[in-house]
């Protein structure tokens, strides 16, 4: 640089760099900058990429992490302004903020008011989240449109928001046929957008509904589920010759492992023939054997208001390929005071042979399950 020949260097400093750059010149002679402040450490980083101190700014960026998060810095954090150079410093503070807001809301433990005035960089944060613990991803929806009624009341504006930075945060792939179809004539979307949201997402539900894809990192978030409260269940519907539906769920052997009489798994809701059901999975107890056992039951939800006779067939298998073996058969007519039928010991074994039996059971870590829906008169 031609300062190097100078006796005297003359700097030109802006207004809003008068605190920040003592502490540059600090660091420049001693390693260290004095300040702890958090926006005061911002802005030292600023000037230190202005006068391409690397140094200081990666001192910066270690600092900034290892100082108490909260929701506030988070914010500030997520939605600081800057060059190139330190946006890619600034990265893994970033990161830690979006990770902190992530954990702080991953039960959506808010109020309606704090959620409605959470900023963007908030909602990205904490929806862009695989541990967001949510009923559904039919709620994520919900909640995102909400949130963008509420902040930006003109159409335009909003669609814009909602495509460009809150719909790919929605897993479209893990909602249910019902929300899809309603997706299609939801006023608030572009209907163009709509439409190739719901046939990309009802494509990968019926092209191979059994299907599970591995947990690694290359793969798009739009596969990969959350952790919900209802499992997602993939459909296929058929009218003929019966009116018959084939739902699927998939169950982690850690989660058939954490099961207990007083612990289910419910899963999604799905329709069929005007109705909504769902699949309950629940460590059930043999009195009579005192043994535990895995047990299967189909529901209905709130009732039907006309009565539906179903015949249901439960089977199973524990590979990702191959039959599924039929374990459980039942006619049943659902009516309004209708709560769940099922089998209370779907493989015939204790819970202890199901689950430590590896040679026969779980081989793939997983358990498949499928349940057949045909109306029948009744």
Same mark, same amino acid.
């Given at each position: 640089?031609?300062?190097?020949?100078?006796? +005297?260097?003359?700097?030109?400093?802006?207004?809003?760099?008068?605190?920040?750059?003592?502490?540059?010149?600090?660091?420049?002679?001693?390693?260290?900058? &004095?300040?702890?402040?958090?926006?005061?450490?911002?802005?030292?980083?600023?000037?230190?990429?202005?006068?391409?101190?690397?140094?200081?700014? =990666?001192?910066?960026?270690?600092?900034?992490?290892?100082?108490?998060?909260?929701?506030?810095?988070?914010?500030?954090?997520?939605?600081? $302004?800057? *060059?190139?150079?330190? *946006?890619?410093?600034?990265?893994?503070?970033?990161?830690?903020?979006? +990770?902190?807001?992530?954990?702080?809301?991953?039960?959506?433990?808010?109020? +309606?008011?704090?959620?409605?005035?959470?900023?963007?960089?908030?909602?990205?944060?904490?929806?862009?989240?695989?541990?967001?613990?949510?009923?559904?991803?039919?709620?994520?929806?919900?909640?995102?449109?909400?949130?963008?009624?509420?902040?930006?009341? +003109?159409?335009?504006?909003?669609?814009?928001?909602?495509?460009?930075?809150?719909?790919?945060?929605?897993?479209?792939?893990?909602?249910?046929?019902?929300?899809?179809?309603?997706?299609?004539?939801?006023?608030?979307?572009?209907?163009?957008?709509?439409?190739?949201?719901?046939?990309?997402?009802?494509?990968?539900?019926?092209?191979?509904?059994?299907?599970?894809?591995?947990?690694?990192?290359?793969?798009?978030?739009?596969?990969? $589920?959350?952790?919900?409260?209802?499992?997602?269940? &993939?459909?296929?519907?058929?009218?003929?010759?019966?009116?018959?539906?084939?739902?699927?769920?998939?169950? &982690?052997?850690?989660?058939? =492992?954490?099961?207990?009489?007083?612990?289910?798994?419910?899963?999604?809701?799905?329709?069929?023939?005007?109705? =909504?059901?769902?699949?309950?999975?629940?460590?059930?107890?043999?009195?009579?054997?005192?043994?535990?056992?895995?047990?299967?039951?189909?529901?209905?939800?709130?009732?039907?208001?006309?009565?539906?006779?179903?015949?249901? &067939?439960?089977?199973?298998?524990?590979?990702?390929?191959?039959?599924?073996?039929?374990?459980?058969?039942?006619?049943?007519?659902?009516?309004?005071?209708?709560?769940?039928?099922?089998?209370?010991?779907?493989?015939?074994?204790?819970?202890?042979?199901?689950? =430590?039996?590896?040679?026969?059971?779980?081989?793939?870590?997983?358990?498949?399950?499928?349940?057949?829906?045909?109306?029948?008169?009744?």
């Amino acid at each position: 640089m031609q300062e190097s020949n100078l006796k +005297e260097i003359t700097l030109r400093i802006m207004d809003y760099e008068d605190e920040a750059f003592p502490e540059l010149l600090h660091f420049i002679y001693s390693g260290t900058i &004095k300040t702890s402040d958090p926006v005061l450490v911002l802005k030292v980083m600023c000037v230190a990429d202005r006068f391409e101190v690397v140094d200081c700014m =990666s001192y910066c960026t270690q600092l900034l992490i290892s100082l108490p998060m909260t929701k506030e810095l988070a914010f500030v954090y997520l939605e600081y $302004e800057c *060059s190139v150079p330190m *946006s890619d410093v600034l990265q893994p503070v970033k990161a830690a903020a979006q +990770e902190f807001l992530a954990d702080k809301y991953k039960n959506l433990s808010m109020s +309606e008011t704090e959620f409605l005035e959470m900023p963007l960089s908030g909602i990205k944060a904490i929806f862009s989240s695989n541990n967001l613990k949510v009923f559904s991803e039919d709620l994520v929806l919900a909640f995102l449109l909400k949130w963008a009624l509420a902040n930006y009341p +003109e159409t335009v504006e909003r669609r814009r928001i909602l495509i460009n930075h809150l719909l790919p945060m929605v897993r479209f792939n893990q909602m249910s046929c019902g929300k899809l179809r309603w997706l299609l004539s939801c006023s608030h979307l572009d209907a163009r957008h709509s439409a190739y949201i719901v046939a990309s997402a009802l494509l990968y539900k019926y092209s191979s509904p059994h299907r599970v894809l591995p947990a690694i990192s290359d793969i798009h978030c739009s596969f990969l $589920e959350r952790t919900y409260k209802h499992k997602p269940v &993939k459909t296929i519907e058929l009218e003929r010759p019966h009116n018959r539906c084939i739902a699927y769920m998939d169950l &982690k052997s850690e989660e058939c =492992s954490n099961l207990s009489p007083s612990r289910s798994i419910r899963s999604q809701a799905f329709d069929f023939a005007g109705h =909504s059901f769902f699949l309950i999975v629940q460590r059930t107890v043999n009195a009579q054997l005192g043994i535990h056992c895995f047990g299967l039951y189909l529901a209905v939800e709130k009732g039907v208001s006309v009565p539906i006779t179903i015949e249901f &067939k439960f089977a199973a298998r524990t590979k990702a390929v191959g039959d599924f073996v039929s374990n459980f058969r039942h006619i049943k007519t659902f009516t309004s005071e209708s709560n769940q039928l099922g089998s209370r010991d779907l493989f015939n074994m204790s819970w202890g042979q199901v689950f =430590s039996e590896a040679s026969q059971f779980l081989l793939d870590d997983m358990l498949y399950l499928r349940a057949e829906l045909t109306v029948r008169q009744p």
